[in-house]
């Protein structure tokens, strides 16, 4: 027997978190993955956007979402660009961390769509350019989830 999630958002919610740091990717992630939430069905009273200062932010907003039990899956989007200091892995790690964590606690998917890149052109690649849209992938793995929750 094989178990798999399909892709029809149509009757499920979401809460999409994103960043406003880096605010010109954020905003192109954010509109992939309504993009890809809308064109598989579901509603736009369905998905709640939530906005964060920054990456660093989004698990404690997520982790919110998460314990209301309102939503099938949640959405983390950011991007975090390496600068001259540590400051990127100290940022890229704990956001990584926290998204997993709420993943495994919570009984929802909680779907990583944080960019993280060395460069700008790295971001615009990532953003909507040649590499796609992390922003709609993120959205279609949320979909898929949900729906294979549904039936695990």
């Known amino acids: 027997m094989e178990i798999s999630g399909n892709l029809n958002a149509a009757g499920l919610k979401f809460a999409v ?12 992630l954010l509109e992939g993955a309504l993009d890809c939430l809308k064109r598989h069905g579901a509603n ?17 907003a997520a982790s919110r979402l998460a314990k209301s039990k309102k939503y099938n899956a949640i959405i983390c989007i950011g991007v975090v660009l390496r600068g001259n200091t540590p400051h990127y892995e100290h940022v890229a790690a704990e956001v990584t ?3 997993a964590r709420l993943g495994l606690e ?17 971001a615009i690649e990532r953003s909507g350019s040649k590499s796609g849209n992390r922003g709609f992938n993120a959205a279609m793995t949320a979909i898929e989830m949900a729906n294979l929750y549904k039936v695990i």
């Open 17 to 28: 978190v994103v960043a406003r740091f880096n605010e010109f990717f954020s905003s192109k």
């Open 44 to 60: 736009d009273n369905d998905i709640a956007v939530v906005r964060v200062p920054g990456s660093f932010e989004i698990p404690y």
């Open 97 to 99: 961390k926290g998204i």
């Open 106 to 122: 919570f009984d929802i998917p909680v779907v990583y769509g944080i960019v993280t890149a060395d460069s700008l052109e790295q």
